[in-house]
């Protein structure tokens, strides 16, 4: 019979559920995908049951559910943490107790309560496993990985104890070697600068990335020699001090106000000024630096030519190119879901591997297990048009050779265009399963974009998808990426001469300068989070590009997700038609059916700017 492990993530952000079937990943997704709640903690009922039914079982039909942490430890962790700062934390122990108490230490009863809902006669006290936080991320990098042995890197906030791990993984084999504890975290430091410039933790890391390009890292030795002792392993140690996640109920302290001169700035209220810019190129760098130094470190230490990377750190697509390019490592691999998310699979696929011998299969030569991580729901064209129909939508049904050509007419057109194929991406990146497509040559796709589109900050910079046979004529880079999480340079021959006056412009100024062939994906220092498209794992998409480069001699367009700021990425059919209507999109493609917004009755559009709380 089948062996079928069922892992979840819950109860901190961005919780998930993954299936295993026979070792083989069948299905695994995010919970806000189906509630519509960014990063929703809440128990992943929607996700679970999208799992069984791609699976066509029961829950009481599943072997093991195994949870991604282990509340007691990380329940120790906080009781420790406010012992050590007493009294200065009494306040945050005051009113976190209580919601502990309740809910992180009742963990193992809470889960069961929920999974008895669906399967009351279950023996939940015999299948219910726990992992290790740590240990799951480590898991969801090494075992979809297409290697047989490999150094694991994992950096987050923090698990129970632990913020980052050193694991080696062989075969069917994982061990951790080394581990740095709270309250010293990359994580954190990065979380603390998110919080400090105005963005919101655990989810605005990715603008501070973002805006970095438009600062200078002045302040870069001002964090290693004040905030910091880093040795040249990359181990380090912060100085609590100026912080205040230990015990306070903010990242940052008064010290650390005082360091760089001024109060946290208020979102709502505080533009971002040239200071704000230097703040995150100066933290991004320092990222940079420390992932550098402890991979340099690693390679030498271990000599085995092969890194994965999992953790939220490992979202940090730039460093993750600059670990490329140092070539410490020959070959990298980054699990997809990086994130909490992603520990949901980690922790069924250790299960399966570890607990119970499962046998490892490595993919073939430049292949994962991942499925190119389009593990999500999926609709056939029969249940999309009655869906569309139901909706009020115009659309017309074509052939699929219709649809692409359609699709790239519109592309190069200028048009934004909606795009809806296929299952679902797991993890934060849309990946051509459900992404919003843009021509990379036009000089105003960015700003159309962001702020009639995405309704989001101008800065925030879009992604190339490219044909992976061309992906280095276009850019320094001649590896695979298909989960948009390393970046490269655009290639030389690609710029464009800039003017000395715009050299010598600051800042956000800087944005609207056209400096290479593909504006619209050129970021300001002329990099690029590429996405290599590959024919194997999506070939709907492929198709489409390539369509794109006969008809316009360019192999590249552009991909964001499709949703809206603080929306989660649309997951059915109803949710595209409501993002595509409450936005100024031009067309929609979902399945075979086309949909131009001039057809569509504007009464079905409601006001979606301020649908979703700002991420």
Not at 407 to 435: H, I, T
Request: aromatic content about 10%; charged content about 25%.
């Amino acid at each position: 019979m089948a062996s079928r492990i069922l892992g979840i993530s819950a109860y901190y952000h961005d919780s998930a559920a993954a299936l295993l079937v026979d070792g083989e990943i069948i299905a695994a997704a995010q919970e806000e995908r189906f509630t519509r709640k960014k990063h929703d903690a809440a128990f992943p009922h929607h996700a679970i049951q999208y799992c069984l039914e791609e699976a066509g079982c029961a829950l009481g039909d599943i072997d093991h559910v195994v949870f991604y942490d282990k509340p007691f430890l990380k329940f120790e962790r906080l009781l420790e943490t406010y012992l050590a700062f007493a009294p200065k934390g009494f306040q945050s122990f005051r009113r976190a107790m209580p919601i502990w108490l309740k809910e992180k230490l009742f963990q193992k009863r809470m889960l069961k309560e929920a999974l008895e809902k669906d399967a009351p006669d279950f023996a939940w006290d015999e299948r219910l496993m726990f992992s290790e936080h740590h240990l799951s991320h480590a898991g969801s990098a090494f075992f979809p990985s297409p290697f047989e042995d490999a150094v694991v890197l994992t950096m987050d906030g923090v698990g129970e104890w632990t913020t980052t791990s050193v694991a080696i993984g062989r075969g069917n084999d994982l061990k951790i070697h080394k581990e740095l504890h709270f309250p010293h975290s990359l994580g954190l430091l990065y979380s603390a600068f998110t919080y400090y410039t105005g963005f919101k933790v655990n989810s605005g890391e990715y603008k501070v990335m973002g805006l970095a390009p438009y600062g200078e890292p002045k302040y870069k030795d001002k964090i290693i020699s004040e905030i910091m002792d880093l040795k040249d392993d990359g181990s380090f140690l912060l100085d609590q001090s100026f912080f205040n996640y230990c015990t306070g109920l903010t990242m940052t302290s008064e010290k650390f106000h005082d360091l760089f001169g001024a109060p946290p700035r208020k979102a709502d209220k505080d533009p971002l000024t040239q200071d704000h810019m230097d703040l995150a190129a100066s933290v991004q760098a320092v990222t940079e630096e420390v992932m550098l130094r402890i991979t340099r470190s690693l390679a030498d230490e271990f000599k085995i030519p092969n890194l994965c990377l999992a953790g939220g750190v490992a979202l940090n697509c730039v460093g993750n190119g600059k670990i490329l390019k140092d070539s410490a490592f020959e070959n990298i691999w980054i699990q997809p879901a990086a994130g909490d998310a992603g520990g949901a699979l980690g922790a069924a696929l250790t299960a399966h591997h570890m607990t119970f011998g499962g046998k490892r299969t490595i993919a073939q030569p430049a292949q994962d297990a991942m499925k190119g991580s389009y593990l999500g729901p999926r609709y056939e064209q029969n249940d999309i048009e009655a869906r569309l129909t139901a909706l009020g939508a115009q659309f017309e049904a074509v052939s699929e050779a219709d649809m692409l050509e359609y699709g790239a007419s519109a592309l190069a057109e200028e048009q934004a265009l909606g795009w809806f194929q296929g299952r679902m991406e797991f993890g934060p990146r849309a990946l051509g399963g459900r992404s919003i497509l843009g021509d990379p040559r036009s000089e105003t796709m960015q700003k159309t974009l962001n702020l009639k589109i995405k309704y989001r900050e101008s800065f925030r910079p879009f992604a190339p998808a490219v044909l992976r046979e061309h992906v280095a004529d276009w850019f320094e880079i001649d590896e695979d990426s298909p989960y948009m999480l390393l970046v490269a340079n655009v290639q030389e021959k690609r710029h464009l001469q800039m003017t000395e006056e715009e050299k010598a412009l600051f800042g956000i100024e800087k944005l609207n300068i056209k400096r290479s062939d593909i504006p619209a994906v050129t970021h300001v220092d002329y990099s690029a989070r590429i996405q290599t498209v590959h024919e194997a794992t999506n070939p709907l998409y492929y198709r489409l590009i390539k369509r794109f480069h006969e008809k316009t001699g360019c192999p590249v367009i552009v991909n964001t997700s499709f949703n809206v700021r603080g929306e989660p990425i649309v997951n059915t059919p109803e949710d595209a038609f409501r993002c595509f209507m409450g936005t100024e999109m031009d067309s929609l493609i979902v399945g075979h059916c086309i949909l131009k917004k001039a057809d569509q009755d504007p009464a079905l559009a409601k006001d979606y700017k301020d649908a979703f709380e700002l991420d």
